[in-house]
């Protein structure tokens, strides 16, 4: 696992773009796992600009997976992780919709949708490139403490801390979906490499837990540490809690440039 502490959001924002844009360059068909949430925006905000200003890689033939989704919104709702990624990065990059693909909250296939999710991801070939952020509570993607370290994508249930952090987006707590379909984190470990995106203070616990505690399913981002390749971007508030955060930087300011993240 590399860990690369930054001094702010804008530079993890920046870097991992230069993370998502490395992966597109090496493959033109990659393709993306998509978290939502607060934590990706200035990297989705920093691709956007660069597509637009003409420097950006060739969007023509990549494929996405947002990452999970929320069931029980009324289809189309402005909150749905779909409805939110098409806004965020996939239509501003001129991805079209039948290239971004999610587990379908559908309530008629609520019993199917994580098998078929699964299915259309080793269709794809699997994911190249996961964009991750991280919960207060140590959740990656929608699995909660004490969620299986092997699950694969299927209906989980938030916990009332999660439903209270996303509130945000929706107004009141009351509004917030209690249930979610998400890749498990067996799933999430079948990608080729893990982007772990952290910022803020309200992160630094969970993360310093997931990246230097035990493996554990009460802190499910500790199953980071069993993934090969996983790049770990944060601000100095999200690294607070890490021992060992200035070796982490003494080890990138000294890696060589061909090495790559
Ligand atoms: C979003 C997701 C969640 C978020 C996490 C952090 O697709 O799977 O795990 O990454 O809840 O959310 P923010 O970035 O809003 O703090």
């Not at 920046?14 to 360059?25: F, S």
């Not at 990659?30 to 060739?58: C, D, F, K, M, Q």
């Not at 490499?193 to 981002?221: I, N, Q």
């Amino acid at each position: 696992m590399e860990i690369v502490p930054l001094d702010s959001a804008e530079e993890v924002g920046a870097l991992g773009a230069d993370v998502v844009e490395t992966a597109v360059r090496g493959r033109p068909g990659a393709v993306l796992g998509l978290a939502t949430g607060s934590t990706p925006l200035p990297t989705y905000r920093e691709l956007i600009r660069r597509h637009a200003a003409g420097s950006g890689p060739s969007y023509d033939a990549v494929r996405c997976f947002t990452l999970d989704e929320y069931v029980g919104l009324p289809a189309g709702h402005p909150e749905s992780y779909r409805a939110t990624i098409a806004r965020e990065l996939t239509d501003p990059l001129g991805i079209p919709a039948e290239r971004v693909q999610g587990p379908s909250p559908d309530p008629g296939g609520l019993a199917t949708a994580g098998e078929r999710y699964e299915e259309a991801l080793v269709a794809a070939g699997g994911i190249d490139l996961q964009i991750l952020g991280i919960g207060s509570d140590g959740h990656l993607a929608f699995n909660e403490p004490g969620s299986s370290l092997a699950s694969l994508t299927r209906i989980k249930t938030l916990t009332e801390e999660t439903r209270r952090d996303n509130a945000r987006f929706f107004g009141s707590v009351d509004d917030v979906p209690r249930h979610v379909l998400t890749q498990g984190l067996g799933t999430i470990l079948r990608a080729r490499h893990l982007l772990l995106l952290a910022t803020g203070a309200a992160k630094a616990a969970a993360l310093a837990a997931a990246v230097e505690g035990p493996v554990s399913a009460s802190c499910p981002a500790s199953v980071l540490q069993l993934h090969p390749h996983v790049t770990v971007l944060c601000d100095g508030a999200a690294a607070a809690g890490l021992a060992r955060r200035e070796h982490y930087r003494e080890v990138y300011d000294a890696k060589p440039a061909w090495q790559g993240l």
